[in-house]
Antibody, heavy 116, light 110 residues
């Protein structure tokens, strides 16, 4: 059974780059069954879809974040990552990694605060 | 910018039926948007209910169903239980893979 675990700093300074990693266990990140996705949710607000990637190499980004976001896959470490540059307080949120769709798996979420 | 619209709030009586909808600013929602529905209770992570319009996960209660209705994606709860009180989010996919969440519907069971 595939499980996901987010990791990364809980506090990031404004203008810096937020880097999060999602480690996949119980399965291969190269499996074509999964669409590896990053989402976030500011406190008290709704969900925001950020980006997703697939073993085929296809990658999709939210248009509103595309200029600042990169999603990447490290097959050697069975994990995928999110980099969000030039962060501001508006990027403070709980960040979730997941695979959505028929193969639905979620990490537990990790809180990231942007503050000096 | 694409906007996905849901009812901000709905109220239903226990045992009743309620339909939540999910509309796209680009026009009618079809199966090509692969509508997904999620439930989120306070303090918890979201939980998937429906994928690709009407497909249920193994954990999705039978009283939840997904469909397309009048150009929108729809989530119908039949025989609502008190534990169904939650926030519900829809997710649509555009251009083959870009996801956009709706703003969520707060469902009150009263």
């Amino acid at each position: 059974q595939v499980q996901l675990q987010e990791s990364g700093p809980g506090l990031v300074k404004p203008s810096q780059t937020l880097s999060l990693t999602c480690t996949v266990s119980g399965g291969s990140i190269s499996s074509g069954d999964y669409y590896w996705t990053w989402m976030r949710q500011p406190a008290g607000k709704g969900l925001e879809w950020i980006a997703r990637t697939h073993s085929s190499g296809k990658t999709y980004y939210s248009p509103s974040l595309k200029s600042r976001v990169t999603i990447s896959v490290d097959t050697s470490k069975n994990r995928f990552s999110l980099n969000l540059s030039s962060v501001t307080a508006a990027d403070t949120a709980v960040y979730y990694c997941a695979s959505l769709g028929a193969m639905d798996v979620w990490g537990q979420g990790t809180t990231v605060t942007v503050s000096s | 910018q694409t906007v996905v619209t849901q009812e901000p709030s709905l109220t239903v009586s226990p045992g009743g039926t309620v339909t939540l909808t999910c509309a796209s600013s680009t026009g009618a929602v079809t199966s090509s948007y692969f509508p997904n529905w999620f439930q989120q209770k306070p303090g918890q992570a979201p939980r998937a209910l429906i994928y690709s319009t009407s497909n249920k996960h193994s954990w999705t209660p039978a009283r939840f169903s997904g469909s397309l209705l009048g150009g929108k994606a729809a989530l119908t709860l039949s025989g609502v239980q008190p534990e169904d009180e939650a926030e519900y989010y829809c997710l649509l996919y555009y251009h083959g893979g870009v996801g956009v969440f709706g703003g969520g519907t707060k469902l009150t069971v009263l």
